[in-house]
């Protein structure tokens, strides 16, 4: 059964990681939980020793955020019974968004195959990653369009710091180590950025059309 020594991998990168974290003072002072010094533990080791890890462990470690956000998700709502609305509001709030994207913005921004690309982002933002690629898959199965490239590409530059990258490392420890507030206008000043920038690729391909 492979999930018990998988298990048992994962659990020694953890204890690793705590004792690291104990150990050098400069990991506490970074704020870097043990989980993640167990994870780059466990990324060095395989990368400095490739044949280390069997490709069986490596590719049910591969599936387990796909469970672990589904568990997360679901016990969203336990045990906040008198806080129930906001929650709801920014559920409501972010699928709102999402599909907007995907019906209005996409088309302007995607000069090629914007529905398969669209759905695809629709499919993270509202999920995970394997989310997006199942929906990619359900509407472009024979990969035809351009969608899946470009989906892996985009995620080259996004995963390492938004997807279970640096951000979302390291977000709860900024807003406790200089406030909600600096936290929230940086979180404001990337989505104003973005946002131009989506607009000028906007403004461009209209000039092209």
Not at 23 to 46: F, K, N, T, W
Not at 51 to 80: D, M, T
Not at 153 to 180: R, S
């Amino acid at each position: 059964m492979i999930a018990v020594p998988v298990f048992v991998f994962l659990s020694v990168l953890l204890v690793c990681g705590k004792i690291l974290r104990v150990r050098l003072p400069l990991l506490q002072r970074l704020y870097l939980p043990s989980s993640v010094i167990g994870g780059l533990l466990g990324l060095a080791l395989m990368t400095a020793f490739p044949g280390l890890v069997p490709e069986e462990w490596v590719a049910a470690v591969r599936s387990c955020p796909g469970f672990l956000i589904n568990i997360i998700f679901a016990a969203l709502f336990l045990g906040v019974a008198a806080n129930w609305r906001p929650l709801l509001a920014i559920c409501l709030a972010g699928t709102l968004l999402s599909l907007l994207m995907v019906v209005h913005l996409a088309p302007r921004l995607f000069r090629e195959a914007w529905f398969e690309r669209a759905i695809a982002e629709f499919g993270q933002s509202t999920g995970v990653t394997a989310t997006g690629l199942l929906l990619l898959r359900t509407v472009d199965p024979e990969h035809r369009t351009v969608a899946a490239a470009s989906f892996g590409y985009k995620q080259l530059l996004h995963e390492p710091f938004m997807g279970g990258g640096l951000w979302t490392a390291f977000a709860f420890t900024l807003v406790y180590a200089i406030g909600w507030f600096k936290v929230w206008a940086l979180s404001v000043a990337m989505t104003l950025f973005w946002a131009a920038v989506a607009a000028a690729i906007v403004a461009r391909n209209r000039r092209r059309a």
